[in-house]
T-cell receptor, first 115, second 112 residues
């Protein structure tokens, strides 16, 4: 069964460093998403991506964040200068369609720890 | 901004009995609702969904009920099994941009 994969599973970085989180969405899916979950809190939407551009972004997704689909399979989230409050689980998701009645499939997550 | 709320942080049920997980929402424009199951150190796994034009959707042991007038949905698991123990998230799909808006989750524990 096709699945979304994410690497690394755990990333530890120092405050101010850049990190890149990687995702391989399901191959025939067209819409890609990043969500995050700070420990003990809700899963929150960060950004959606379609046709090589951002479709929608949340207030959390400020200038420190960027997304890219560098090739036909990878989808990356970059945080330029990490802050302590960026520590969270980051989930990538993909879906066949954006709107309408279709579900999003999530990867296993990357645990980002900023020290 | 709590557009989707799950007011019970935890639920404990005996194996073989029914588990009922509840979810409330505030935005009457939501037209698609999903339930996800999450084990520790894993991503959310899609379980079942319902469109706003329906009031019930069933898949094996899992049934989701939607009451639009009350802006309430529930997930029924029957019979409950120990392997069902996980955190269950209710989510609503934003019909403008397609993002999912999640509730806080309910941790279900099914005791043998």
């Amino acid at each position: 069964e096709p699945e979304v994969t994410q690497t690394p599973s755990h990333q530890v970085t120092q405050m101010g460093q850049e990190v890149i989180l990687r995702c391989v969405p399901i191959s025939n899916h067209l819409y890609f998403y990043w969500y995050r979950q700070i420990l003990g809190q809700k899963v929150e939407f960060l950004v959606s991506f379609y046709n090589n551009e951002i479709s929608e972004k949340s207030e959390i997704f400020d200038d420190q964040f960027s997304v890219e689909r560098p090739d036909g399979s990878n989808f990356t989230l970059k945080i330029r200068s990490t802050k302590l409050e960026d520590s969270a689980m980051y989930f990538c998701a993909s879906s066949l369609l954006g709107q309408g009645l279709n579900e999003q499939y999530f990867g296993p997550g990357t645990r980002l720890t900023v020290t | 901004d709590q557009q989707v709320k799950q007011n019970s942080p935890s639920l404990s049920v005996q194996e073989g009995r029914i588990s009922i997980l509840n979810c409330d929402y505030t935005n009457s424009m939501f037209d698609y609702f999903l339930w996800y199951k999450k084990y520790p150190a894993e991503g959310p796994t899609f379980l079942i969904s319902i469109s706003s034009i329906k009031d019930k959707n069933e898949d094996g042991r899992f049934t989701v009920f939607l009451n639009k007038s009350a802006k309430h949905l529930s997930l029924h698991i029957v019979p409950s099994q120990p392997g069902d123990s996980a955190v269950y998230f209710c989510a609503a799909k934003d019909n403008q941009g397609g993002k999912l808006i999640f509730g806080q989750g309910t941790e279900l524990s099914v005791k043998p």
